[in-house]
């Protein structure tokens, strides 16, 4: 009975131990890597999030590293599920841990790092944070993890070709994270916003904190009418659900908290504005009521 026990917890530990990215293909030699919704963790190496993926006829393109060494070999395991061409190009499309804490892992295979002067800033200023609150998250998981920052940045824009493809590289300013910057892909009209586009869970505001930025940049994105949305969070998606979900619900707590402002409200009363229009977003338990009051926050001090 013993042995039957130990072979029952063995079993549910080995299957705890790896929490799979599902593969979602955009187009032909395109696909989306997609995390879990839920709270960075042990077992999904803090890969609670979206990264592109390109095969061109000269290799890869990766769009984000992912937030721990372990976290680039899952996704560098599942991208080898798709091909057997060599990683040689990471974007980082900002300074989120998910996004570059990853970078070392696709450096040591011989790949070039690319973000935003923005992002590298970001990078260099957080990277103590990160490992801190991810060691509180993943724990065991954070093994091997070094932060190695973007070397290859741009200002405002840039243009990569590796082989068939071309794309193009966009900063507008601050969305989630201070250096977040889109990816357009031309030839299939696809987008690869990172955290400028949440789907299926509900955004936080971020360290960036500036919301009316945010809905600007998103603006500028959705200018190039994609036909289809890598984000940074969820599944993959078309433009009018992007929007819902991510700059909607943006100006939906700017037109509140503007409200609560004029009539000379507080953050107690912010923090009570009605979300339930968005309650179909998961995590909104956890994030809802901190997002009105950060954006209370930023919009006082402007008022």
């Not at 405002?156 to 910057?181: M, P, R």
């Not at 009418?225 to 991510?246: E, F, Y």
Request: glycine share 8%; no cysteine; net charge negative.
């Amino acid at each position: 009975m013993k042995k039957i026990v130990l072979f029952l917890l063995l079993s549910v530990n080995i299957t705890a131990t790896f929490a799979a990215l599902e593969v979602q293909k955009v187009a032909n030699n395109v696909y989306a890597l997609v995390g879990e919704t839920t709270q960075r963790s042990v077992t999904n190496f803090g890969n609670n999030s979206t990264h592109g993926v390109i095969i061109t006829n000269e290799g890869v393109v990766l769009i984000d590293s992912g937030a721990s060494y372990l976290g680039a070999q899952e996704i560098h395991q599942t991208i080898q599920t798709l091909t057997d061409k060599p990683i040689k190009i990471v974007i980082n499309t900002g300074g989120q841990d998910h996004r570059w804490l990853g970078n070392e892992y696709f450096q040591k295979l011989g790949a070039r790092i690319v973000a935003s002067t923005k992002a590298q800033a970001d990078q260099k200023a957080r990277a103590d944070y990160h490992l801190t609150r991810l060691g509180g998250l993943i724990k065991q998981s954070l093994e091997g993890t070094n932060p190695v920052v973007a070397t290859e940045v741009f200002e405002t824009q840039k243009n990569i070709e590796l082989g068939d493809v071309k794309l193009e590289l966009y900063y507008f300013g601050s969305a989630h994270t201070a250096g977040d910057i889109f990816i357009y892909m031309p030839s299939e009209q696809i987008m690869f916003t990172g955290d400028i586009v949440f789907n299926d869970r509900m955004l936080g505001i971020g360290p960036a904190r500036n919301s009316q930025s945010w809905v600007n940049v998103f603006e500028k994105m959705a200018n190039f009418k994609p036909k289809h949305i890598v984000p940074g969070h969820g599944h993959v998606s078309d433009l009018p659900t992007a929007t819902k979900n991510t700059q909607s619900y943006l100006k939906f707590l700017i037109h509140e908290v503007s409200k609560i402002l004029d009539n000379d409200g507080d953050m107690l009363q912010a923090s009570k504005i009605d979300q339930s229009d968005f309650h179909f977003l998961s995590g909104h338990e956890s994030i809802a009521g901190k997002n009105a009051q950060w954006v209370f926050e930023q919009m006082e001090f402007d008022y």
